[in-house]
């Protein structure tokens, strides 16, 4: 049982609760025959949210809302009278269906009104309406979105569900041991008429008393209330002591006693300063004393200024463009005036915008104009710094790299420039040699951009190696404005028999070499493509196969199994496949970019690949396949 339910059962033996008993995920699944297969359907969701850093979050909590409706058993209606009847209730008393989540009520985090409580339950029907709607409510919307905040994807999917009878309350609220803001060792009371959660929703407005060691402080309400006052002090007191920490207990008082509903410590009293946050600054421009009010920054928020400023700087030196990214730091407190929001998001002018807004929540690519909607979903009231950068998606995603001869190697699609890093795309490559001039057996592909662009191109190309090493370039075209965006470093420069890696029979070299073994076949997923594109792959490291979830252990246990031998058979270079590099012998694609990140990591890892739509088949159909990936350049005309 949870430790809501557990602490209510204890308390009950000090102070006064109304009678409950509670059903577990045990109890629960004698009531539902799918209870297993629902909970297995939200558990996968979850993962999905971790494994990429809700990149896909909207996407994710439509999947959370179409998790399938309860079976009950045959004998659901039996079971819940025997339990009704056991603690003294009957489905024809007023009900109160309460949530007891296993994250619930921590030391942290309290995640008060984040589950679902049903009040004023009568009749069968309406208590398992009510206990279908409180347990789901541990994986809704608010629940997700609470649990990435807080870093609790991984917390387990518990939820026990209470049933207590109905207090039928004159007054009810919450009263606090504490002052939950600053921690004075004085006793703060919210009450309001009726039953306590039009407090909790807001939907009522209280009435606030302290209540000192004499009694009540001050010219306060309530004061023909006094003898529920005494009542409620004495109880909370009890409570305190029971719990051995300061807490706030959520009471109703039925005009003959108080009644404790719930009591729990209070996880704010030791916060931060929670007055009002909304600031904001360039992230990549601004000068290092603008950026000290921000700090700490967020280990992402370090990486993108201390790698993204020196290129931006270059950017605006060589007259290129870059994208906009606001440094920002604000609470709930903060944005609550529109105007403030509606300023942040008019910083940007893109249809949409990116958001890193933690550890758990990176790379969510989402129009600009739900912004303001996703920044209320997420703050709290506790301030966090976070990176919000316009998404240039532009007409056309470019990666360059500088060749040994003074050129430009250049790969392009209109798919844009993330699919192309993450091994989605399907791209074109050209060559810009140092007379700025195109060629290569794709030298169409150079047609979107002018000889303004292809000077662009060249000389920041050259100017990032010069400035910071072996690197290639990651662009946006747009309107006919190119963006530089980003650059990877790499340990080695691109060689292919063509320009474009294409050798006579189709073949595209991404990694020259030698291999041969049976083929580890990896079918088109939706999930690879997912994880890929998410920020936890990345090419600044290899990722273990744990990290990205259970297909790709999967995957790997196989290629383990190999010994070393097999080749990867895949449609597209998913950069999650990175994973498996340390384990196989090579890579076979039916497609495949020559920059994208796996392609750079195999190249640096000196394993053999190859795109080739005939090698591909041959390893669907089960063959054992060669690799035979050439590295020699070609000479190059000028078109």
């Not at 989540?101 to 995640?111: K, R």
């Not at 605006?316 to 509606?342: I, K």
Request: proline share 4%; with cysteine.
């Amino acid at each position: 049982m949870s430790s809501k339910y557990r602490t209510l059962v204890a308390l009950s033996h000090a102070v006064p609760v109304p009678a409950l008993f509670a059903l577990d995920d045990a109890q629960l699944a004698a009531l539902w025959a799918n209870h297993g297969a629902m909970r297995e359907e939200a558990q996968e969701v979850f993962a999905s949210i971790r494994l990429t850093a809700g990149a896909f979050l909207d996407r994710d909590l439509d999947r959370l809302d179409a998790v399938a409706v309860p079976q009950w058993t045959d004998d659901a209606n039996a079971l819940l009278a025997a339990h009704l009847a056991a603690a003294g209730l009957s489905a024809a008393h007023a009900l109160a269906v309460r949530s007891s989540g296993g994250i619930e009520d921590g030391a942290a985090h309290s995640f008060a009104g984040i589950f679902e409580s049903v009040l004023h339950v009568e009749g069968m029907a309406a208590l398992k309406e009510a206990l279908f709607d409180v347990w789901r409510s541990a994986f809704s919307r608010r629940a997700a979105v609470e649990r990435l905040r807080c870093g609790l994807l991984d917390a387990p999917l518990d939820m026990t569900v209470i049933v207590q009878r109905m207090v039928a309350a004159r007054w009810a609220g919450v009263a606090f041991s504490h002052d939950p803001i600053d921690g004075r060792p004085e006793m703060l009371i919210e009450a309001v008429q009726g039953v306590g959660d039009a407090l909790v929703s807001g939907a009522a407005a209280s009435q606030s008393v302290r209540w000192g060691e004499a009694g009540l402080v001050g010219d306060a309400p309530l004061r023909d209330a006094q003898e529920m006052l005494v009542e409620l002090a004495a109880i909370v007191r009890t409570v305190e002591g029971q719990l051995g920490t300061a807490v706030d207990v959520e009471w109703a008082c039925d005009g003959e006693r108080v009644w404790v509903l719930q009591g729990r410590p209070i996880t704010s009293l030791h916060a931060a300063d929670d007055a009002a946050h909304a600031q904001w600054t360039d992230l990549y421009l601004a000068a290092d004393e603008d950026i000290a009010a921000f700090r700490p920054l967020p280990g992402f928020a370090n990486y993108f200024r201390s790698k993204r400023r020196p290129l931006a700087l270059l950017a605006h030196a060589h007259g290129v463009a870059s994208g906009t990214a606001l440094l920002v730091r604000g609470n709930a407190g903060g944005f609550e005036d529109a105007s403030r929001m509606q300023a942040l998001c008019a910083r940007f002018g893109e249809d949409s915008v990116v958001l890193d807004f933690s550890d758990g929540l990176r790379q969510q690519v989402l129009p600009t104009g739900e912004l303001a909607s996703r920044l209320r979903q997420v703050l709290g009231a506790q301030a966090s710094t976070f990176v919000i950068r316009d998404y240039v998606r532009g007409d056309w995603g470019l990666i360059t790299q500088p060749t040994e001869d003074g050129g430009v190697l250049c790969e392009c699609s209109t798919d844009g420039l993330l699919a192309i890093n993450r091994g989605s795309a399907q791209t074109q490559a050209f060559f810009i040699g140092s007379d700025r001039q195109v060629s290569g057996a794709q030298s169409a592909a150079a047609a979107p951009f002018g000889a303004r662009e292809r000077e662009q191109l060249h000389r920041a190309t050259h100017a990032a190696v010069a400035r910071f090493g072996p690197v290639q370039l990651e662009w946006v075209i747009g309107a006919g404005q190119l963006r530089l965006i980003d650059f990877s470093p790499i340990k080695s420069l691109h060689t292919a028999q063509g320009d474009d890696g294409h050798e006579e029979d189709g073949r595209r070299t991404i990694s020259p070499g030698f291999a041969h073994g049976a083929a580890l076949v990896v079918p088109a997923d939706r999930h690879l493509e997912d994880i890929s594109i998410a920020a936890t792959v990345s090419i600044s490291h290899m990722p273990s196969a744990e990290s990205l979830g259970p297909a790709i252990v999967r995957l790997a246990e196989r290629a383990r199994v190999g010994g070393g031998s097999m080749i990867v058979v895949a449609p597209r270079p998913y950069a999650a496949l990175a994973a498996l590099i340390p384990y196989v012998s090579g890579f076979v694609f039916e497609q495949a970019s020559m920059l994208c990140h796996l392609a750079i990591l195999l190249r640096e890892s000196q394993v053999p690949a190859v795109a080739s739509r005939a090698l591909y088949a041959r390893g669907l159909e089960g063959e054992s396949l060669t690799i035979e990936a050439r590295a020699a350049s070609a000479s190059r005309e000028t078109a």
